[in-house]
């Protein structure tokens, strides 16, 4: 189970993750002017692409012996308007190794099928408010 929380009020902005009991605090600002995060949950969720992308080459690089030396993930997208979903969210993937271009295509492109975040919102999933306890 994965658990984020952001605790945020005029003094104090903690954000944490929380694994399968292993706790991890991030360090993300609070807005230099009022209460809220200095990053917004769309800029978050294009982070959370990349480094989807990021980690999950490296495992699968892993998996087939590949050596990747760096890799650079960017991604974009619009948020147009206050309560509307993003749209046109695109990536690329700028890979360098020593493997044949041809098996770093491929990898690429694997990796792009078993992307958890990627296909959490391909499928579209789900979201409920529950109340509070």
Do not use: W
């Not at 992307?115 to 579209?124: A, D, M, S």
């Amino acid at each position: 189970m994965t658990t984020a929380t952001i605790k945020n009020s005029l003094h104090q902005h903690d954000v944490s993750l929380e694994v399968n009991g292993n706790r991890k605090t991030l360090l993300i600002p609070a807005k230099s002017v009022g209460q809220g995060s200095s990053v917004t949950g769309g800029e978050l969720l294009f982070l959370s692409l990349a480094t989807c992308f990021c980690n999950d080459l490296y495992r699968e690089a892993a998996r087939k012996n590949i050596t990747i030396d760096s890799v650079e993930v960017t991604v974009s997208g619009e948020f147009k308007k206050e309560g509307e979903p993003g749209s046109d969210i695109r990536y690329t993937v700028d890979v360098r190794s020593d493997a044949p271009e041809k098996e770093i295509a491929d990898l690429i492109a694997y990796v792009d099928t078993v992307l958890e975040i990627h296909n959490t919102l391909r499928k579209g999933v789900a979201v409920r408010l529950l109340p509070k306890e």
